[in-house]
């Protein structure tokens, strides 16, 4: 199959990212952009909502490893509407604001339906999409998109939340806070459902690609994985995601740093983290196309760079209550630098010169290091808040993040080095 000369209907990039996105929205977004109110509705502190998301971790970790193959059998638009379904069931039991124990199982539960059957599959559906020419557009549109479904999703739920909340003043806070939040849940609930119907109807034509091309040839599942380990820059991308995996799952505090250090509400510092998230659209479509010009890696090793100065200005402790515009500042070159990272690190799979037989195996394989950060990122944070109430555990959090962006630059420019030598020597 010649990727060069894959039609790229518009509606097919589309759809995968309305369902790229919405597929996490309950398992993150939900918690990232209210994160003040999640925890009080669950009766959950940071470090409890962190070893929920560990759960997710481990579940995910196992699913990784196995979700690759199934990518490279089944066609992805069967996949992916089968998880968004599950997703769904899941967000209407999450309404009944569970147990601490029940919210351990359901992450778990998420971890499954999100990466063993959905992640691989989006994946590789958005590789066939951008053929060889336009790896950077076609995740840059993924990623970009998902950003902006994500803030979408953020300003439904705070438009739901904060009109529930106007009518349930004479309720206690608890009570008030905990009927809002339902709403926002259910209707987040059923818009995944809805998006899972039309991946399934309307995904034909992409799968058909991927078919088409699968049927040329038989899956053997154990020689991809030997084929996937003779690639060291399949190893590099393991270090490369993962840190900056840890960098997009920092900024799930950014909500709660409103609220903390400059002293916002619940309403005030969910608008935080839903305004932060519409940076992301533009961040990933400029990348993906200055990318596709250049190098993919050359702008990774950028957003890493940003990424690492601007955890150090927030580390300094310069911001503050009266520095609301320094804030905003900060957050947006944050942002491009975190944005920068995710939207590009696996449109590199083409410039290593991976063969498309063996995306779904090498998606799989890369990403069971890779996310590692859904297992230890969540706790690391939690305890570096709750062990240090107010800013200072906020400094401690970006000093680790500044740490993880150096360790991310150095494997991105390796991995530079290697695929430019190799470039040359063709």
Known sequence: MDTTKTKRPFFIILLLIFAGEAIFV?????????????????????????????????????????????????APRTLMAVALFMTAIGGFYMATFPSYFAMKLLFGYYGFTTIFLFWAPMIKATRVWGGQDKQGLAFGFLDGGRGLVAASFGSLGVLVFSYIISMQVSETSILGHQKAFKYVIWASSTVILFIGILVYYFLKPLS????????????????????????????????????????????????????????????????????????????????????????????IIIGFLIMMLSSLFFASGVISDNTIGLFVISVVFMAIGVYATRVLYFAIMEEAKLPLAITGTAVGFISVVGYTPDIFAGPMIGVLLDNSPGE??????????????LIGFCATLAFSIITRKKLIER
């Open 26 to 74: 309950l398992p993150f977004v939900l918690a990232r952009i209210f994160r003040p109110t999640f925890l009080e509705v669950f009766n959950i502190n940071n470090l409890e909502l962190g070893n929920c998301f560990s759960v997710y971790g481990v579940v995910a970790f196992i699913s990784y490893f196995f979700g690759g193959s199934l990518a490279d059998k089944y």
């Open 208 to 299: 058909s690609n991927v078919e088409a091309f699968q049927s040329q040839k038989k899956i053997y599942t154990l020689e991809n994985f030997k084929s996937v380990l003779k690639y060291p820059t399949v190893w590099l991308m393991m270090l490369i995601i993962l840190c900056a995996y840890v960098g997009y799952k920092t900024t799930d505090i950014f909500s709660l740093y409103a609220k903390d250090v400059l002293g916002y509400d619940d309403i005030g510092s969910a608008k935080i983290g839903t305004y932060l998230l519409y940076i992301r659209p533009v961040t990933g479509i400029a990348i993906g196309l200055l990318a596709d010009r250049t190098r993919a890696s050359l702008w």
């Open 392 to 405: 200072l555990g906020h400094q401690h959090v970006f000093v680790v993040m500044a740490i993880f962006a």
